[in-house]
Each structure stands twice: as structure tokens, then as C-alpha cells.
């Protein structure tokens, strides 16, 4: 019984060394593994999304802020531009050596996607039926990735743009909507035009203005066909006016920017909350 026992531990023991030979295939490299793309991620400064059947997109990283420059301009989602970043420190489970002639094989002869950081390139091909992992390449080295980052690649031109309304440490000095008008008049008090008698609260003006500040759209698109109208008018310390035509519809409101044509969408609470000045209780006036 002893030995019985023992012969089938060693045949459990050559069973599982088996399948780690399996999986560990001829070409791979266990004991270092290195990036799919060979750069420092502080490095990137430019990324280049190229996809079947759609439009490219070019983006560009300037004193730290990211920058759609096709096929629009506009503002990159910051945690959009994060999950792209992390692609190109992808460490590959299986890597093998490069044979261009394999490349229809591995559908990398007319890539899915692919991805340039800098003037490096990430081509994603097709995937295979063992583990659904996508295979890939650098142009040096034939890569089976796990297929958790396709999506970001693929993702319309829309999906890329930053969400927010207003840039970061901005002063608002005027709001005029159909709304609602505040100024702020050369005593830094705030008044309303069409109501000059009327005193404003500082602070109720004050939240008012954080809810732009702080605006997130629900979604975000890129709409260069659309009537120009000055419905909304946003004025600032230092920066130059902005102006927004103004949708109205049944459950959302929609900003457009005449600058840029991007249309931000938000919700009918979140606009009403945005026009609204506050009422403070008698304690916090």
C-alpha cells in the first residue's frame, strides 16, 4: 500500500510538471518579463489610436494636461487617458519570437486596433480559442494578452472627452442664462442687472457658481452642426468669455459650445440646480 501510494504521488507530480510544460510554451521567457512597449510612462507625450472601419484619434500631452487634437479639439477624460497609458506596461504572460510571415495568422496583418505611444506601436489582432487571449505584437515580439483592453481602443471619439464643463481654478465674474443674470460689479458684489436694488447673497451666489465649477456632464459629444445662439454666457477673471447655445428637451438640457462645438449634456435637476440661487437659512446669511 506504501509504495502504491508513493508511485501515485510521483505519477500527480508528473502530471502536473506535464502541464506546466504545456503552458509554458517553447519562446516564452518565465524569468523576466519585460513591457509591451519599451518607454517610461512619464515619457508619453503623444498617442495615436488607429481602428477597422472608423476614425482615427490623435491625442497630446502638454504641462500635463491631455488634449484631443483629432479628429476634433477638445479636452481628454483624464482617467480615460490613465487606462490608455497603462496599456503600453502591459506585461505579457506569453511572449514568443516575431515571424512577419505569421501575421495573417494572428489577424495582425490588418489589425483590430492599434495603439502608437510616442513612435512606438501596439498592434492587436485577433484572439486565440484556448485562454480567449488577443494576440498582439510591438513589430519585435509576438504577445498573447489577456483581452481586457480592447474596449479602450475602440471606443467612439466622443468616449475620449473630458466631462467637465469648466477647466480647473477658474473665477466666474458673470452668469447670464434665460434663467438667471449675476454679475459682479467692480466692488466685487454681485448683482443682478434686470434687479440691481435687489442684494444678492455672497454665499448663496457663491454655491451657485461651484455648481458650474464643479459640472460634470452626463455625456459629452462633438456637434459641429448646431444653431448658434448666445443663450448662456460664462465671463471669468482671466479667461475669455464663454458662450453656449442652449437645448432644452423633455428630460435632459444640452449646453453647446460655440468655441468648440462640444455638447454637454446634464440633467434636468442637475440644470435647475445650476440656475437656481440657493436659499440659506437665516443662521448661514
Do not use: C
Not at 480559442?129 to 498573447?144: D, P
Not at 464663454?242 to 449634456?265: C, G, P, R, S
Amino acid at each position: 500500500m506504501k509504495n502504491r501510494l508513493i508511485i501515485n504521488l510521483l505519477l500527480a507530480v508528473l502530471v502536473i510538471a506535464l502541464g506546466i510544460v504545456a503552458w509554458v510554451k517553447p519562446g516564452q521567457d518565465t524569468h523576466k518579463t519585460t513591457a509591451v512597449i519599451k518607454l517610461d510612462i512619464n515619457t508619453i507625450k503623444t498617442l495615436r489610436i488607429e481602428r477597422k472601419n472608423t476614425e482615427s484619434i490623435t491625442l497630446k500631452r502638454t504641462n500635463q494636461q491631455w488634449q484631443i487634437t483629432q479628429p476634433f479639439n477638445a479636452p481628454a477624460l483624464t482617467g480615460k487617458m490613465d487606462r490608455l497609458l497603462k496599456i503600453s506596461q502591459i506585461k505579457p504572460p506569453v511572449s514568443y519570437p516575431l515571424n512577419p510571415a505569421d501575421f495573417s495568422r494572428f489577424g495582425l496583418d490588418e489589425p483590430t486596433a492599434s495603439i502608437t505611444f510616442n513612435n512606438q506601436t501596439l498592434f492587436v489582432g485577433s484572439t486565440e480559442s484556448v485562454h480567449s487571449r488577443r494576440y498582439a505584437s510591438n513589430g519585435e515580439q509576438l504577445f498573447l494578452l489577456d483581452d481586457t483592453f480592447l474596449h479602450h481602443l475602440t471606443a467612439p471619439a466622443d468616449a475620449y472627452i473630458d466631462s467637465r464643463l469648466l477647466a480647473d481654478n477658474i473665477q466666474i465674474t458673470g452668469l447670464q442664462t434665460p434663467h438667471i443674470n449675476l454679475q459682479q460689479n467692480d466692488g466685487y458684489r454681485w448683482q443682478n442687472p434686470l434687479a440691481p436694488s435687489i442684494e444678492l447673497s455672497s454665499d448663496s451666489v457663491q454655491m451657485l457658481l461651484d455648481e458650474w465649477r464643479f459640472a460634470r456632464a452626463i455625456k459629452v459629444h462633438h456637434r459641429p452642426d448646431h444653431a448658434e445662439a448666445n443663450d448662456v454666457m460664462i465671463t471669468f477673471n482671466q479667461q475669455p468669455t464663454l458662450a453656449f447655445t442652449l437645448i432644452e428637451n423633455k428630460d435632459d438640457v444640452t449646453l453647446i459650445a460655440k468655441d468648440t462645438h462640444l455638447a454637454y449634456t446634464f440633467s434636468k435637476a442637475k440644470y435647475k440646480k445650476m440656475t437656481t440661487l440657493p436659499k440659506l437659512d437665516q443662521n448661514d446669511a
